[in-house]
């Protein structure tokens, strides 16, 4: 994880707290005591830090094949109407039911995203344009369907309240987090990652996506075939998406609301960005956006600083992650600068120790 | 004689290797001063230093007697540095005047005032004889014209102290003459060139004195009226240098690689190779002569399964392959050293060892059931490297990127005839290695013949061509001119045919 980038962003976060009149030494306390404080907040800190890191998996997976993958909340929203769907209409034991909505959220999800990876494969569509439009159509199927199959009992807007059976809330690990939203989504992830880390450092499949990333002509004269790569890069990361969207939709929350593109999916560039695009650096990432994203509140109810500081915050850090090869090349320079000028004065100390001798 | 260039004592290392190790050089102005050394011995990083692109751990730069801290680039140009480097740096859907203005765009009322740059750049293209067009785009015009822009470059910024790292390895033999002629005017108009280069044939007729380098240290300075080739090829490679291979008579047996009528569009939607024909037999190697740009890369690329032929069909061992996938054809004993290696040799982000298994990774025993055998991998790659001398400072391990030019060359070479084909295309085999190196190639290359294989090589050099072919295979205009036995023609007549001469009787 480009630490570079986190501390940047919280300097500029003190410097913002300041300028508004705050102390930043209350705020940054009270900001990750509201994420860290008890066993509940916790809890909500990964419970938010879940789907955050399937879309940050999702993004950086897409990236490690060299495609940008801005899909992600259209590829959560189908991974949760199909993970919905399922929950709303079996009425199967707990185990097979969320067996069956995990695997369906996958598939959802990773059909959903071929079909931009399709259009890149053999007619060149840039993959930022067709996964955005995606998106949309993502967003008015769930504005149709869910009223008309899969409508609550009071609101036009949102769907059913999916049964205990389908939740991926289970109640010993609620009581275990004293009454928070933590659900199995967090588990979940922790395997994804290891799977994605193991798919990329060892496999010949990682080796082949990440060829085609790195120069994709090499890749094709050493017989890759690079149109399959992308397709199946991208169906993997609408996969990845597709779980978040489950973890989301019938693990944090409990019902689909219309109208409504998730921000974790976007989030989730600023995730695999900060995170370096490494699986592990995502999990990171997505557990410090975590914290920050439970700790406003409270921070916001303790001091005068508006919780809008922990966006800025975030935006800031988001920014120098992306810049931050710039960063770290500066860096390099003013730490080489401080040591020559360390060596020119040894060397003249030196000098002037053993006067007149050679050079 | 006054110096302009003194670098005392620089020291530059990198993680497991010293690139240049208590090195000084020494230029005087307006003279030609050649850098010689082998693949990896430090040339490209030295002369990185002086351009501000590297910094050294220690050792002191002089410009004209007065000491400077190169920085970057920026300060190079103010003192009047610029550099042409081993591999081009130019923006492809830029033009000519957009990339030679890129950094300094003169600005007039708020907008980039190319009228005047293209001006400018016309002028200075005229009273150095470098016929370059501003308006041209980048990707449309020869590796050649992208040299002379680069050249430009220099020019543009008032550059007095001009390096060329390796410019002739990617031009044609009619372009290096030209670029000669260019570095005579260059010298007339005041200014200073070190030139970085493998040829010692092209030292010999330009270069006024020429540093030796070896491992990272000077082996000496000499002049280049005072010495031979034979001699620096010495100086160079520690040892002497076999000029002349030992090649035993061929002993062609059956066709492998059959060509018929093949006709193939390039990149402008033309016809570029047009009814072309040629057989490959087992235990020769041929050798296709042209200028570059004749028809040499349609036709590689359609064999190696690149581009779609338009017309016509390619025989491997009598199978017809025209449509098959270019893995098909690997796994039918193809393999080929391109003619860009950063292009279509390598990847330049993965190590060396990822990149030695570039092509059979997916298979046993470097992977099983779809997992890869990184120590399997390893050790295969500590093979290749160690029967190619392929250095680097942190052997397998390392970066492609961080390998010097030629030892990346070295790299692919390994990894194409380790594989043991059946059929080599071999595209510029030896394109910036050093007189050692070559030797060593050039007699792997007729191990694989000796050994019953086919080796179709394209080569831009003639002598590369005459030195290793059985038989010659003329290319001009995208056609076929004939083929001609190697004992049986010379330089002449294959020049002759080179510019589009018929010759009658066809071998
Ligand atoms: N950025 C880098 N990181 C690590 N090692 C490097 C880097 N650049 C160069 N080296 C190493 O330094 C040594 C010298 O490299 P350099 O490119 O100067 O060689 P060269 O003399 O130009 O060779 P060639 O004729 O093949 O171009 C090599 O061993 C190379 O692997
Ligand atoms: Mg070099």
């Given amino acids: 994880m480009s630490v570079f980038a986190v501390i940047l962003g919280l300097i500029a976060g003190a410097i913002l707290m300041i300028a508004t009149g705050n102390n930043p030494l209350d705020g940054f306390y009270f900001l990750f005591r509201g994420g860290l404080m008890n066993i509940e907040r916790v809890g909500n800190t990964l419970a938010t830090a879940t789907p ?81 439009m995606m998106n949309w159509i993502a967003y008015w199927i769930i504005f149709y369907i869910v009223p008309q199959y899969f409508k609550g009992p009071f609101l036009e807007t949102e769907s059913q309240r999916i049964p205990a059976a389908a939740s991926l809330k289970v109640p010993w690990l609620t009581s275990l987090f004293s009454g928070s939203f933590i659900n199995l989504g967090f ?47 991208m169906a993997i990361a609408g996969a990845l998406a597709g779980l978040g969207g489950a973890t989301f939709y019938v693990g944090f929350a409990s019902n689909m609301q219309i109208g409504v593109l998730p921000a974790q999916g976007f989030d989730g560039i600023a995730v695999a960005l900060l995170g370096a695009n490494s699986p592990w650096g995502v999990f990171a990432a997505a557990i410090f956006f975590g914290i920050l994203h439970t700790g406003k509140g409270f921070m916001n109810a303790m001091t005068a600083i508006p919780p809008e500081i922990a966006d800025t915050i975030i935006a800031t850090i988001i920014y120098f992650a992306a810049t931050s090869v710039l960063i770290e090349r500066n860096w390099d320079k003013l730490l080489k600068f401080n040591r020559d000028n360390l060596l020119r004065r040894k060397k003249k100390e030196s000098l002037e120790v053993e006067a007149g001798g050679d050079q | ?215 990272g240290k000077v082996v000496g300075t000499v002049n280049v009226s005072d010495t031979s080739e034979e001699k620096l090829a010495e100086m160079m490679v520690g040892r002497k240098v076999l000029f002349d291979l030992n090649k035993i008579e061929a002993h062609p047996a059956e066709e492998i690689l059959k060509i018929e009528n093949l006709s193939v569009r390039n990149s402008n939607g033309m016809l570029g190779l047009k009814n072309f024909s040629l057989g490959v037999r ?116 390392a970066s492609a990127r961080s390998l010097s030019g030629g030892n990346q060359q070295k790299a692919i070479v390994g990894r194409e005839i380790d594989g043991n084909p059946n059929l080599l295309v071999a595209v510029q085999p030896t394109r910036g290695l050093d007189v050692g190196a070559i ?51 010379n330089e002449n007549e294959i020049g002759l045919m080179m510019a589009g001469g018929k010759r009658g009787a066809v071998a």
């Fill in chain 1, 52 to 132: 955050l890191i399937f879309a940050g998996l999702s993004v950086a997976f897409a990236f490690k094949t060299g495609l940008f993958n801005i899909g992600g909340a259209g590829q959560m929203l189908i991974g949760g109407l199909c993970a919905t769907a399922i929950g709303l209409t079996f009425d199967w034991p707990k185990p097979i039911l969320l067996a069956v909505i995990i695997i369906a959220a996958l598939i959802g999800g990773a059909l959903w995203a071929s079909l931009p990876g399709l259009l890149k494969a053999k007619f060149n569509v840039h993959e930022v344009v067709s996964t955005i």
């Fill in chain 1, 187 to 233: 588990f979940l992830a922790i395997i994804v990652v290891v799977i994605s880390a193991f798919i990329l450092e060892r496999t010949t499949l990682g080796y082949e996506l990440k060829a085609v990333g790195y120069n994709r002509d090499a890749a094709g004269a050493a017989g890759i075939n690079v149109n399959r790569n992308v397709i199946l890069s």
């Fill in chain 2, 1 to 215: 004689m006054e110096l302009i260039v003194e670098m005392n004592n620089i020291r530059k290392s990198f993680p497991g290797v010293v690139a240049c190790d208590d090195i000084t050089f020494k230029v005087r102005k307006g003279e030609i001063h050649a850098l010689l050394g082998e693949n990896g011995a430090g040339k490209s990083t030295l002369m990185n230093i002086l351009f501000g692109l590297y910094q050294q751990d220690q050792g002191d730069i002089l410009l004209r007697g007065k000491k400077v801290n190169i920085a970057n680039p920026n300060v190079a140009n103010n003192l009047g540095i610029g550099m042409v480097h081993q591999h081009f740096k130019l923006v492809h859907n830029f033009t000519v005047t957009e990339n030679i203005i890129l950094g300094i765009e003169p600005i007039r009322a708020l907008m980039v005032d190319t009228r005047s740059a293209s001006a400018r750049i016309e002028d200075l293209s005229e009273r150095y004889g470098l016929n370059v067009d501003p308006e041209a785009k980048i990707e449309d015009v020869s590796v050649g014209m992208q040299q002379r822009v680069e050249i430009l470059k220099m020019l543009y910024r008032d550059a007095e102290i001009l390096i060329f790292d390796e410019p002739t390895a990617v031009l044609t033999p009619q372009e290096v003459q030209d670029l000669i002629k260019i570095m005579h005017n260059l010298i007339e108009e005041g200014k200073t060139i070190i030139l970085i280069t493998h040829k010692l044939r092209e030292i010999m007729a330009v270069a006024d004195r020429c540093t030796v380098i070896r491992w």
């Fill in chain 2, 282 to 397: 087992c235990g020769e190697i041929v050798g296709l002569a042209g200028v570059d740009g004749n028809g040499q890369t349609e036709l590689v690329e359609t064999i190696i399964g690149l581009r779609k032929p338009e017309n016509g069909r390619i025989f491997l061992k009598g199978q017809d392959i025209s449509s098959l996938s270019t893995r098909k054809r690997i796994e039918t004993g193809m393999a080929h050293i391109p003619e860009d290696r950063h292009k279509h040799g390598l990847i330049l982000d993965y190590t060396v060892q990822e990149n030695l298994i570039l092509k059979n990774y997916y298979f046993e025993p470097f992977s099983r059931n779809g997992l890869i055998d990184w120590d399997y991998v390893y050790a295969h790659a500590e093979k290749v490297i160690n029967d190619f001398d392929v250095r680097s400072g942190q052997g397998v391990e």
């Fill in chain 2, 439 to 489: 030797e060593y190639i050039h007699q792997r290359l007729l191990e694989q013949r000796d050994q019953g294989k086919a080796v179709f090589m394209i080569s831009l050099e003639l002598d590369e061509i005459l030195d290793l072919s059985d038989r010659i295979a003329v290319i001009y205009n995208g056609e076929l001119v004939g083929v001609v036995n190697a004992s049986e023609t």
